[in-house]
């Protein structure tokens, strides 16, 4: 019997067991994102959102919806995707992995894919909370799916490399903590980048994150900050870069095999 | 074709500039129990490691099945099944799922009946719904074993597998092994118990440094190699070795009751007769006399220590 081209139960098996594991620890991973939901809608949504009127003729409550959504996304995409790959490095059960006659690319799309479904599910549980404090239309539902299918499968595979690369538990929180989130607040996940004053309107162009949250709140709204194939183009950008970072790291073998 | 892996210069140096495995050349027979033996880090892991893809060659090739395992990986380590030396598990995983995961990865089609089979044979059935976390060491090692043999490998690798592990399982292991060698799969296992060696192997390679120092039939190996002891009990015990017998390795044990005479049982002339003949002449009686094969473990020391001396 020879083997397949493409390890469909190879593939299979890791994508199951990393969806058992997410499921195993369902509650947890829910209610932190929908309690912090909950709270920045009583917080942004309520009491300041109250005062501010509306922002590129949206209310406020909505118009953060999409921010709100992106901002856990990144976070937990990031984490999810590299406590996947970290852990079996950590407690050593990688071997296995490593001596199955799966491809990089099939261990990839596997993990990815599995961290990607969790976002994806979260990121529909934060809208359904969301949905809860502000009524929300959404203008193009098949591509916000879509962006967020995306986003989830481009951040998930930047965790994955993070995942890989680190050494123990704070590393991996390092990326997220200090570099995403502040990218996050600052790209525009709740104002929109006309409201800054001119020049800061500029650096704010530098920062991708702006892109992605414009492309998405675009979806809901029928505009963002910058034309929608502009955030596309910056999405699929990011996702072919950590792609590529991703098939170096295979290829070399870097941090996964001696 | 009888060969069935065929390993050729083989080396490795690690990142740290630590050169783990000297050229490697070796051969292993369709069906045989193979057993790799050497001293705490003597490359063994690593070699294992390269041929099953964890660790990559600095240089040299190894042909599984007729398979290369760079070119052709796929369908080489679909051939191989690997115990680990260490235990690793996903704590919170079923011993039924984990097997399961094992074969999906390999690219196997599921197979209930024959996961059911491996189980039952190695005493896990009852166990296959409790979480690993929960097993004892003995048992996660029975998993790790049902595992590897999850998706029907040719090939088995066994990195240690007495690590820890009680007389009891050791047996079971053991006859396990056995069935399975009778079943067509072809066994390389590594050990430092040498009755281990004895006991199974039918071939038997001794690792040093990274440098495989002797492949060997284990029957051809213990003739070969194998020195004799000769023991002779004696009637009144003696203060010291006459000057007559300094022409033979002797020492005077148990206070003098006893004589060992250590000599190369394939030498033409052993010098036992000889020997006997001198104490009859210097009038020493004996009472009883024994013969006893050196070891493998002897063997195997005195191989690893370099010296061309079998005994101290
Ligand atoms: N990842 C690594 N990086 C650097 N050196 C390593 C690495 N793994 C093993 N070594 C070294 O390579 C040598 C061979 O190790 P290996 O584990 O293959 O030995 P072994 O024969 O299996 O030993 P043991 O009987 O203790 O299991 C040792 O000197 C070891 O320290
Ligand atoms: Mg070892």
């Excluded at chain 1, 953060?64 to 590299?82: D, R």
Aim: a neutral charge.
């Amino acid at each position: 019997m020879s083997a397949p081209r493409f390890n469909a139960h190879g593939v299979w098996a890791i994508y199951r067991f990393e969806v058992s594991r997410a499921l195993r620890t369902i509650w947890q991973s829910l209610a932190t994102p929908v309690i912090t939901t909950a709270l920045y809608f009583v917080v942004f949504g309520s009491a300041i959102g109250s005062r501010m009127g509306e922002v590129d003729g949206v209310s406020y409550g909505a118009f953060i919806v999409p921010g709100l959504i992106m901002l856990t996304l990144f976070t937990e995409s990031i984490f999810n995707a590299a406590f996947g790959i970290y852990f079996p490095k950590f407690t050593g059960t990688i071997y296995e992995v490593l001596s199955a006659p799966v491809s990089s690319f099939e261990i990839v799309l596997a993990y990815v894919g599995a961290a990607a479904t969790k976002s994806v599910v979260l990121g529909l549980v934060i809208l359904a909370t969301a949905s809860l404090f502000v009524p929300i239309h959404i203008a193009h539902p098949l591509a916000m799916i879509a962006f967020l299918v995306l986003i989830s499968a481009t951040f998930c595979l930047f965790g994955f490399i993070i995942g890989i690369c680190s050494n123990n538990f704070e590393q991996m929180q390092v990326v997220p903590m200090l570099v995403v989130t502040p990218l996050t607040f600052l790209g525009g996940a709740f104002y929109s980048i006309s409201m800054l004053p001119p020049a800061w309107q500029t650096v704010a162009y530098f920062n991708p994150v702006v892109y992605l949250i414009s492309g998405f709140r675009w979806t809901f709204f029928g505009q963002g900050d910058v034309p929608v194939v502009t955030s596309l183009v910056a999405t699929l950008a990011f996702f072919f870069i950590c792609l590529g970072v991703v098939a170096w790291i295979f290829r070399t073998g870097y941090r996964l095999k001696n | 074709m009888s060969d069935i892996l065929t390993i050729t210069d083989l080396t490795k140096t690690y990142a740290s500039g630590l050169k783990a495995l000297k050229p490697i050349n070796l051969a292993i027979r369709r069906g045989e129990i193979f057993a790799l033996l050497g001293p705490n880090g003597a490359g063994k892991t690593t070699l294992i490691s390269i041929i099953c893809g964890i660790v990559t060659p600095s240089a040299g090739s190894v042909v599984a099945d007729g398979h290369d395992i760079q070119a052709d990986y796929r369908n080489a380590r679909m051939k191989i099944g690997l115990v680990p030396q260490e235990l690793t598990s996903d704590r919170w995983e079923t011993v039924w799922n984990t097997v399961r995961f094992s074969r999906g990865l390999y690219g196997r089609a599921p197979n209930p009946a024959f996961l059911e089979r491996v189980l039952r044979d190695l005493s896990l059935w009852d166990k296959r719904n409790d979480q690993l976390q929960t097993l004892s060491g003995g048992m996660k090692r029975r998993v790790m074993i049902a595992k590897a043999l999850s998706h029907e490998p040719m090939i088995l690798f066994l990195d240690e597998p007495s690590a820890g592990v009680d007389v009891e399982l050791r047996r079971d292991m053991w006859a396990l092994v056995r069935r399975l060698r009778d079943s067509g799969v072809t066994i390389i296992l590594t050990t430092h118990y040498i009755e281990e060696a004895e006991e199974m192997a039918d071939r038997i390679g001794v690792i040093n440094k990274g440098e495989l120092i002797l492949v060997e039939e284990k029957k051809a190996l213990l003739s070969k190699l194998g020195r004799k002891q000769l023991t002779l009990h004696l009637q009144a015990p003696l203060a010291a070795l006459p000057e007559g017998l300094g022409a033979w390795r002797l020492a005077l044990r148990d206070g003098g009751q006893t004589i060992d005479y250590d000599f190369d049982a394939n030498a033409r002339d052993t010098g036992v007769a000889a020997l006997l003949r001198r104490l009859d002449e210097l009038g020493i009686p004996f009472t009883d006399i024994n013969t006893q094969q050196s070891s493998l473990e002897d063997i195997f020391v005195s191989l690893v220590q370099g010296g061309k001396e079998a005994r101290p």
